[in-house]
C-alpha cells in the first residue's frame, strides 16, 4: 500500500463513518499543515502537533508518526534546525520499531529521515555509517515506492554535503534521471546539477537546469526553490555576458529570500556568492555568507557552519581583513566534528597562505 | 537584394485552442466573457446613441434538451463590418478602442466599459463547440445578420430578412459541448452569474425570471450602504454576523517626502467571528476593477498579518491580466496593498482603544492566528502587544494584567494546561500560569520581554520544574526518611515548595520514556545495524542513559507538616515505612507518566500493603 493510497482511503472511510475526529485530525495533518509548510512553518509546525494530539487520543499511531516524519521535514529543509530534528529522528526510528509498524507504509521515510539529518549534521564524520545505511534502504525500498527518489536525492546529497565533488557527478546523474517522472523530486534533480555544474566550472549549462527548475519551483509554490533557481539564473547570466540581466536576477532572488519564510538554502546562497565572487564584489559576498551564519548558527548543523565560517575567513582575507576570530569558531566547529582532519586542513592551508 | 513584405498566417483553431483552453483557468470565465460583452454592448448604446427611454438589460436562457445557452442583451448590436472589424479580428477590441478614446472626452463613462484586449469572445469555445450569433445594429438602416462559426478558420455571415426585424441589440447561442452541463444547472448558473456581474449595472434575468439575479450595485452605493453589506457577507461569505466591517475609502499615500498619490478605493473588510478550525486562515479579498470581478481569494493585498480579515475591494488602480482572472502585481498593486493595510491599522487601533468589548471578541475569536503573525510582524507587535488577552489559571487577561499580579516574571506552560502535577505547582507558586500551548505565545512573551524593556523572568513550568523548588536548609532533621528511601533503591531529595500540603512529588528527566525505549532498542539489538551508530552516539551527546536517573526522582517536601512530623515525631517503625511507601506511589501515580504494567501492579501492591497496615485494628 502507499502512503497517499493509504491516505486517502482512511480520509474516505472517515467521512463514510462521519467520524468528526478522524475527519479533523486527517484534514489538519495533511491538507491545512503541509498547505502551510511554505508560507508558515512553525505554524504548519504547530498543526502537526495539534494532529498528533489528537492521533493519540484516538490511538491512531500511524497517523502520530505520519506527522512526525512531516514535522522532521519541516525542520531540516524549512527551518534548518538540526538539533531538533535529530532527537525526533532518533526517537521516531526507535517507535518504528514496533510491531505495530510492521506495515507502515511511511517507516521507510522515518530511516530517510535519519539519514538526513546525518547529512546535515556530519556526513563526513557519518560517512561510513550514511553509505551503509543508504546500501540498507536500497535493498529495502523498491521503484516502485514513493521513498525511491528520496532515497536517490540522499545519494546525490551525500557527495555534494561533503564536497566531494570527484564522486558527485554519477549519483546526482541517476536522481536526475530516476525523477523524470516525478516533478517536485525532479525540481530538487535540478538543484543538484546547478551545484555540481557551479563545481565542475561548466556554467553555461547551468541556465538551463535553472530556467527548468524555476519553473517546476513556480509550479509548485516552493518559494524557496525560486529564490535559489533565481541565484542560479543570475549567475549563469553572468557567466553568458548578460550582466543586467544577471543583477536583476540576483536583486530578486536577494529581496525574495528576505520575505521566505523557510531559510533559504545553502546552494542559493552558494550561488549569490558565486555571482558576487565573480564580479569581484567580495564585500557583497561577505554579507550574503553573513546572512546564512545568522540563518544556520546554533542549529546543529555543524558541516554548514563550518562551510559558512570557512568561506567567511576566506573572503574576509581576500578584503585584507583581519579574521582570527571567524577562524577560531571555524576551527572548533571542526573539532566537534568525528573526523575533523580534512577541514582542519583547509583551514591549515587559508592560515598558511595567509602567513605567506 | 529584393525584400518581400508578407502577413503573418494565423491558424485560427491553433490560436483558439491555446487562448481558450490555456489562457483562462475555467470553462465558468467563457461565460463571464459574453456577460462582459453584453454590458458593454448596452454601455456603448448609452454612449453612442442616448435614448432617454434605454433600459439595458440581459437575459439568459438555457435549454438542456437542445444543449444550448443564450444570452440576449439590448446593447447596440454590430453592423457587417463591425463583425469584420473586431469580432473576427483577433487582438482588436471595439470596447477597448472606444474607452481609448473616451478616457480624456468622458473618463467616468470609459470606465464603465469592460472589454480591453479583444479575444474575450473567444474564450466562449471553452464551452461551446458551435456559436451563432443574430445581431442588428442600432446605426439607422442595418440589416440583421447571422454569424456563426464552429471554431474553424472560416466563419459565415448572412445578411437575414426578418420582418418586423428584430429589436435592435445581439442574442448568442451557444451549442454547449459535452461535458460541459454544469450550465444547465439553474443553481450554479445562478451563482456563476452573481459571481462575475453582481455589480454590473446592467441587470441579468435568467430563463425568464422577473428579478435579475445580479444587485447591479455594490452594496457600499446602497441607500443602506451599512444594511446591504451585512446582507452581501451573508450573501456571498455564508458569514451570517461578522464582528465587525470596516468601509474603505480613497486613500492617500504618500510618494517620497512632499508627494503622495490619491488612490480611488471602494468596498470594505471585515473580521468573521472565528476562524473556523483554530488555525485555518482568511486574509484574502474578493477583487473587483470598475464593478468587473477578477478573483476571489486574493492573499497578496492585505498584509501578511491580516489573516483574520476578508473584503471585496473595487479599485482601478489595479491592473488585471490579460485573463482578467488574476492581476499584476506591480508598483499600484504595492500602493492599493499600502493603502489598505493603512485603514485596517487605523481602524483597529480605534477598535481596540474605543471599544474594548469588540476587540475582545476579535482576540478571541482569531487569537491563534494574530499571535501567530505578530510574532513575525514587529509592525503589527506593537499594535496587539498590550491588547492580546491569554487564557491563565486565573482567567483571562491582557500581558499588563498580568504583570499586575506577578511584576517579576510570566509563567507559563507550554503543554495544553499542563499535568495535574505543573499546575498544582504553579498554582502553589499564588501566580497565574499563562497557557502556551500554541507555538506562538511562547515567541510572543520572550518579544514582549525585550520590547518592554523591564526585567521580567520567564518561568516555564513545564521543562524542568525543580527549578520551581528551594534545598531544605537542614537536611540533618530528615535523614531517616532519605535513608529508608535509599534502602529501597528509590531515588529522593529533600527540597521545600508550594503548596505546603503536598508532601512529595516524583519529577523525571524530560523525555525519560523515550529514553529507556531507546536503550531497551540498543540493548536488544533490534535497530538495523547501519542506524545503530546513529542512535547511540546520539545518546552518548545527550548525556547517556542513566537507568537510575529514569527511574525518576521522589522530591520530598520539607514545607509540608506531614513530612515535618514523619522526621521529628516518627511513628512506630512499621507504619513510618508503609506512610513513606505510601506516598511514593501516590507521587508516582500523581506524576501523570505512563507506568508499565508491571510498574503499576507494583504500585497498587505497595498502597495496599501499606493502607492495610495503616488500618490493621489497634491492639489495645
Redesign the interface.
Known amino acids: 500500500m502507499s502512503i497517499w493510497n493509504w491516505i486517502m482511503n482512511y480520509r474516505f472511510q472517515a467521512y463514510a463513518n462521519k467520524d468528526p475526529q478522524r475527519q479533523k485530525m486527517v484534514q489538519l495533518a495533511t491538507f491545512e499543515a503541509l498547505d502551510l509548510m511554505e508560507t508558515n512553518p512553525d505554524q504548519s509546525l504547530a498543526l502537526l502537533n495539534e494532529a498528533q494530539g489528537i492521533a493519540r487520543q484516538l490511538q491512531e499511531e500511524w497517523w502520530v508518526m505520519f506527522c512526525e516524519h512531516w514535522k522532521l521535514q519541516i525542520l531540516m529543509h524549512r527551518k534548518k534546525d538540526y538539533a531538533t530534528a535529530q532527537k525526533l529522528a532518533v526517537q521516531a526510528a526507535v517507535e518504528v520499531l514496533k510491531p505495530q509498524y510492521a506495515s507502515f507504509p511511511q517507516k521507510s521515510c522515518l530511516y530517510e529521515d535519519l539519514i538526513n539529518v546525518y547529512l546535515g549534521i556530519d556526513p563526513e564524520g557519518y560517512a561510513a555509517e550514511i553509505e551503509s545505511a543508504l546500501a540498507y534502504m536500497k535493498e529495502t525500498v523498491t521503484p516502485e515506492k514513493e521513498c525511491w527518489q528520496c532515497l536517490h536525492s540522499l545519494y546525490a546529497e551525500f557527495p555534494a554535503v561533503r564536497e566531494r565533488w570527484d564522486v558527485a557527478a554519477e549519483p546526482t546523474l541517476r536522481f536526475l534521471a530516476e525523477s523524470q517522472e516525478e516533478e517536485h523530486h525532479l525540481m530538487y534533480a535540478y538543484s543538484s546539477m546547478c551545484e555540481l555544474l557551479l563545481e565542475q566550472q561548466n556554467l553555461s549549462k547551468i541556465g538551463e537546469f535553472a530556467e527548468l527548475g524555476l519553473k517546476l519551483a513556480e509550479s509548485n509554490d516552493k518559494d524557496y526553490m525560486v529564490v535559489e533557481f533565481l541565484a542560479w539564473q543570475g549567475l549563469s547570466a553572468y557567466q553568458a555576458g548578460q550582466h543586467p540581466l544577471a543583477q536583476k536576477k540576483i536583486s530578486a532572488a536577494e529581496q525574495a529570500s528576505q520575505t521566505l519564510a523557510s531559510v533559504p538554502t545553502r546552494a542559493t546562497y552558494k550561488a549569490i556568492c558565486a555571482y558576487y565572487q565573480a564580479t569581484g564584489q567580495f564585500d557583497k559576498a561577505l554579507q550574503t555568507r553573513h546572512q546564512q551564519w545568522d540563518k544556520i548558527n546554533g542549529r546543529g548543523q555543524l558541516m554548514g557552519e563550518f562551510v559558512c565560517l570557512r568561506e567567511i575567513c576566506t573572503l574576509l582575507k581576500q578584503l585584507g581583513q583581519p579574521f582570527e576570530a571567524e577562524f577560531e569558531l571555524a576551527e572548533q566547529t571542526a573539532h566537534q566534528m568525528k573526523k575533523p582532519q580534512r577541514f582542519l586542513a583547509q583551514l591549515a592551508t587559508l592560515k598558511d597562505k595567509d602567513e605567506g | 537584394m529584393s525584400t518581400q513584405q508578407a502577413r503573418f498566417n494565423l491558424h485560427l483553431p491553433g490560436l483558439l485552442e491555446v487562448l481558450a483552453g490555456s489562457l483562462y483557468s475555467s470553462p465558468k470565465v467563457g461565460l463571464r466573457e459574453l456577460i462582459q460583452n453584453a454590458h458593454d454592448s448596452c454601455t456603448r448604446r448609452q454612449l453612442e446613441h442616448p435614448e432617454r427611454f434605454y433600459r439595458p438589460k440581459i437575459e439568459i436562457f438555457t435549454s438542456a434538451g437542445e444543449e444550448t445557452l443564450t444570452i440576449r442583451d439590448n446593447g447596440q448590436g454590430l453592423t457587417a463590418a463591425e463583425i469584420r472589424d473586431y469580432l473576427a479580428t483577433i487582438g482588436r477590441s471595439y470596447t477597448g478602442q472606444l474607452k481609448d478614446e473616451l478616457a480624456f472626452l468622458n473618463p467616468e463613462k470609459a470606465q464603465e466599459l469592460i472589454g480591453q484586449f479583444g479575444f474575450g469572445f473567444l474564450s466562449a469555445f471553452l464551452v461551446a463547440d458551435q456559436i451563432t450569433l443574430l445581431t442588428r445594429s442600432v446605426k439607422p438602416d442595418q440589416p440583421t445578420l447571422k454569424w456563426h462559426s464552429a471554431g474553424g478558420e472560416f466563419y459565415e455571415l448572412t445578411e437575414l430578412e426578418i420582418d418586423p426585424p428584430p429589436p435592435v441589440g445581439t442574442t448568442i447561442t451557444l451549442h454547449v459541448k459535452a461535458g460541459f452541463s454544469f450550465v444547465f444547472d439553474p443553481e450554479i448558473l445562478e451563482e456563476t452569474v452573481q459571481q462575475f456581474a453582481d455589480f454590473l449595472p446592467v441587470p441579468i434575468y435568467l430563463n425568464g425570471g422577473k428579478k435579475p439575479v445580479n444587485l447591479t450595485r455594490p452594496p457600499w452605493e446602497a441607500a443602506d450602504p451599512a444594511g446591504e453589506t451585512l446582507r452581501y457577507i451573508q450573501r456571498t461569505f455564508y458569514e451570517a454576523a461578522p464582528l465587525c466591517v470596516i468601509p474603505l475609502h480613497d486613500q492617500e499615500t504618500p510618494l517620497g517626502e512632499d508627494d503622495s498619490l490619491h488612490v480611488p478605493l471602494q468596498g470594505f473588510l471585515f473580521i468573521p467571528p472565528s476562524s473556523t478550525?483554530?488555525?485555518?486562515?482568511y486574509g484574502d479579498l474578493n477583487v473587483y476593477i470598475r464593478r468587473m470581478f477578477i478573483c476571489d481569494q486574493e492573499k497578496k493585498l492585505l498584509p501578511n498579518w491580516a489573516k483574520f480579515v476578508r473584503g471585496v475591494i473595487d479599485c482601478p488602480y489595479l491592473q488585471p491580466t490579460a485573463s482578467r482572472e488574476s492581476l499584476h502585481q506591480d508598483e499600484f498593486f504595492g500602493r492599493v496593498r499600502q493603502a489598505i493595510e493603512q485603514q485596517l491599522g487605523q481602524a483597529l487601533q480605534h477598535i481596540a482603544e474605543n471599544n474594548p468589548n469588540l476587540w475582545k471578541a476579535i482576540i478571541y475569536g482569531h487569537a491563534?492566528l494574530i499571535t501567530?503573525w505578530a510574532v513575525r510582524d514587529d509592525h503589527f507587535f506593537k499594535q496587539v502587544a498590550n491588547l492580546m488577552v491569554f487564557r491563565t489559571s486565573r482567567g483571562d487577561m491582557t500581558l499588563p494584567e498580568y504583570l499586575k499580579h506577578s511584576p517579576a516574571g510570566f509563567y507559563f506552560l507550554t503543554r495544553?494546561l499542563g499535568t495535574l502535577q505543573e499546575q498544582l505547582l504553579a498554582e502553589g507558586h499564588d501566580t497565574p500560569v499563562i497557557d502556551a500551548s500554541?507555538?506562538?505565545i511562547e515567541p510572543f512573551l520572550r518579544k514582549y520581554v525585550a520590547w518592554a524593556q523591564k526585567e521580567i523572568q520567564l518561568v516555564q513550568m513545564d521543562g524542568d520544574i525543580s527549578q520551581l523548588f528551594r534545598p531544605e536548609p537542614n537536611p540533618a532533621v530528615f535523614a531517616p526518611l532519605l535513608s529508608f528511601y535509599q534502602k529501597q533503591a528509590i531515588r529522593a531529595q529533600l527540597v521545600q515548595f508550594k503548596p505546603t500540603d503536598v508532601p512529595a512529588l516524583m519529577v523525571y528527566p524530560a523525555?525519560a520514556e523515550?529514553r529507556l525505549?531507546?536503550k531497551k532498542?540498543l540493548d536488544q539489538n533490534?535497530?538495523?545495524?547501519?542506524?545503530v551508530?546513529?542512535?547511540s552516539d546520539?545518546?552518548q551527546q545527550?548525556g547517556g542513559l542513566n537507568d537510575e536517573e529514569l527511574k525518576g526522582t521522589l522530591y520530598l517536601n520539607t514545607a509540608c507538616p506531614l513530612i515535618q512530623k514523619l522526621a521529628q515525631f516518627p511513628p512506630p517503625a512499621a507504619s513510618l515505612e508503609a506512610t513513606l511507601l505510601l506516598l511514593y506511589q501516590v507521587a508516582r501515580l500523581f506524576s501523570g507518566r505512563t507506568l508499565s504494567p508491571a510498574d503499576a501492579v507494583q504500585a497498587f501492591r505497595h498502597t495496599t500493603q501499606a493502607l492495610t497496615h495503616l488500618t490493621r485494628p489497634t491492639q489495645e
Do not use: I, Q, R, Y
Open positions: 478550525v483554530s488555525v485555518h486562515e491563534n501567530g495544553h500554541w507555538f506562538a523525555d523515550a525505549e531507546t532498542a533490534e535497530l538495523p545495524s547501519p542506524f551508530n546513529f542512535v546520539f545518546v545527550t
